[in-house]
């Protein structure tokens, strides 16, 4: 009897591989990812079988193995934040020092991104969600005009490892943590979200959108890679 992936575990097994399976409508294909924390994800169509996806890791081994290694190659995540007054905490691009206060709610002023005693996480994550939504519904604008697309709707969210996601009919998520990287980085993530409305996946013509879009997309590619490992992550759910 035929075993799709739909009627397996979330998890799948190949070897000393291990991969997290969820299944789109919107695939025709196999969509196989290294997550920024070295975890692997397939998004694949509802009626594709076990054994065929099996398939699919073990002819991607090679490449899931390089991107593995590259993984290995930028180190340790960084530290845990402390909430005390002198942390930094990046926005932009640039490291912005932490300034307890007594009452109100997170801001950035005169150079300082205030907390209210007590605060942590939650309320970090908060703000960097509430600055993100204008600052990232304007910028998205005049790229979408290039790409030629429309932008349906904007969310800023928790996305585990994952920089964005979008659907074909023009709704575009991005990770909250986006916001801590240089404008020119957050630019590159929200062009590769775009050409996804409507090349969904990562073949040649979806690349050619990319660099139409924004000459040299490789070398912000890398970049963004290496940036990734820098940037402050809280424990999931946030």
Known sequence: ??????????????????????????????????????????????????????KVVQDKRPWLYGKLAEKRELGDAPPAKEFVTGEGFRYLGRSYRLRLVDAGEVRLIRGRLELPRGGGAKE??????RVGHPWLSQRVRPWATRLGVEVSGLRVRPLGYRWGSCSRDGHVNINWATMQLPPTLIDYVLVHELAHIQRPDHGSEFWSAVERALPGHQDYRERLRRAGNELWLPEKGL
């Open 124 to 129: 970090l994550v908060g703000w960097y969600r």
């Open 1 to 54: 009897m035929l075993v799709t992936v739909s009627e397996i575990p979330g998890v799948l097994r190949v070897g000393d591989l291990e991969v997290a399976v969820s299944v789109s409508d919107r695939r025709k294909s196999v969509r196989l990812t290294v997550e920024r924390d070295a975890s692997i994800t397939a998004v694949v169509p509802p009626q594709l079988s076990k054994s065929e996806l099996t």
